[in-house]
């Protein structure tokens, strides 16, 4: 097994035959068709993974904006975070994507991969939950039985008999394990169970509970909104990686006896959640930060990510990391926020590996666009560096450094 790590939304030169560069491209066009156009990049156009050729064996391999594992015949595809993994993590935990990891602290080490640890992590809650039996409810069901129970359904059974089969048609109330919360574990177990992209210890774990699921049917239309209450809180953990897991883009091809496979957990909408949410409690004492549409005429709308009430400033979310140059479509929506907000003030909230890689303030007129970056360093708690970047917003909001400000557009800008 060949395996090959790279980080998302970066291109990685690799070795790849024919054959696997096919079956990633496929992968790639079938995950594309369940993303909304938002999540996608625009360099990757239609499709998740591109495979790009650079001679007779050699490939550029790119995923957009995805974490997880791709599995192809005897090639195996690690995609790491863009941001250290303890901070993605943070950054999920905070968009209740997973639950608190002070409740079951879980280990990142260097060889972790965000997936992974979800899975064992799923895994683990669920067997807490088996040593117990699995919550049964009441749920209404219908059907045609040789004796009365429950309410009549009188049509249904003149029908049965007219049709030549002495039945009554009944509503009656069943008390089972066949809930919404208990299909929904079922189905991630399965889907863990049957992920070519796992470890076979994790598959034989998977395999193991879902035997478990005596009763419980397939996952139904709407079992994927159902939430848990005061009486069905101890599943409140599993159930939240259980959604995680079955949000997650999970494609197969068949290629004669081969398979191929993807498992990948999207990020944009994840993170920008996340930070929309640290920033609204964190500034929470001197203005209100949520977002918004402001409506533009002609049915045309603008919807930043965050406006800050009291300062009448405007703050744009990007996943991405900065390398010291300004993005220059990220500057012009930013800048048509602010013009719709009629603002002087706009802030791009994005990543950086330090604060060298954070390019200067650019200039509209008198319309400021300021970058603010989470410090994306390993070396640094995620914690420390939520309240770095929250702190630095604020002073941002308070009073822009004169200091740093440009008199025009960087060069690289307008060479781009």
Not at 39 to 63: K, N, Q, Y
Not at 167 to 196: H, I, V
Not at 218 to 238: E, F, I, K, M, S
Not at 363 to 372: A, D, M, N
Request: glycine fraction near 4%.
């Amino acid at each position: 097994m060949t395996l090959i790590r790279l980080v998302e939304s970066k291109a990685v030169q690799v070795a790849l035959r024919d054959r696997q560069a096919l079956e990633l491209a496929i992968l790639g066009r079938q995950l594309a068709m369940s993303r909304s156009s938002s999540d996608m990049d625009e360099e990757s156009g239609a499709t998740v993974i591109r495979c790009t050729p650079l001679s007779h064996d050699r490939w550029s391999v790119f995923v957009d904006n995805a974490v997880g594992i791709i599995a192809v015949a005897d090639l195996q595809i690690v995609v790491e975070p863009k941001i250290p993994l303890e901070h993605l993590i943070f950054l999920f935990e905070k968009a209740n994507l997973i639950p608190r990891l002070d409740k079951r602290p879980i280990t990142v080490s260097a060889s972790s991969t965000l997936l992974e640890l979800v899975a064992r992590w799923f895994l683990s809650t669920l067997e807490v939950l088996f040593r117990d039996d699995l919550l049964h409810d009441y749920r209404e069901e219908r059907d045609a039985i040789r004796v009365l129970r429950g309410s009549l359904d009188v049509p249904g059974s003149v029908g049965l008999y007219y049709s030549g089969r002495p039945l009554f048609s009944c509503f009656y109330e069943q008390y089972d394990a066949d809930t919404p919360l208990n299909r929904l574990l079922k189905a991630a177990t399965e889907r863990l169970a049957s992920s070519g992209v796992f470890p076979e210890d994790l598959r034989r774990r998977s395999r193991l509970l879902a035997r478990r699921f005596v009763g419980v049917g397939t996952l139904q239309h709407r079992d994927p909104q159902a939430t848990t209450d005061r009486r069905t809180a101890v599943y409140a953990d599993a159930i939240m990686l259980a959604k995680l897991l079955l949000a997650g883009e999970s494609r197969s091809i068949e290629s004669g006896s081969r398979r191929a496979w993807a498992f990948l957990l999207p990020t944009p909408y994840a993170v920008q959640s996340a930070i929309t949410k640290l920033i609204s409690e964190y500034l929470s004492d001197c203005t209100t930060a949520h977002p918004a549409s402001i409506s533009l005429g002609a049915g045309l709308t603008a919807n930043p990510d965050l406006v800050f009430d009291t300062f009448n400033a405007v703050g744009d979310v990007k996943y991405k990391v900065l390398d010291g140059r300004w993005k220059r479509d990220d500057l012009y929506q930013a800048v048509a926020f602010a013009c719709a907000l009629e603002s002087s003030d706009a802030s791009i909230l994005t990543f950086a590996r330090q604060q060298r890689d954070v390019p200067p303030i650019a200039t509209f007129g008198q319309l400021r666009i300021t970058p603010i970056a989470w410090l994306a360093d390993s070396s640094l708690e995620a914690s420390i560096a939520a309240r770095l970047f929250c702190e630095e917003i604020k002073r941002w909001l308070f009073a822009v450094p004169h200091e740093n400000v440009t008199d025009e557009l960087p060069a690289s800008i307008l060479n781009t």
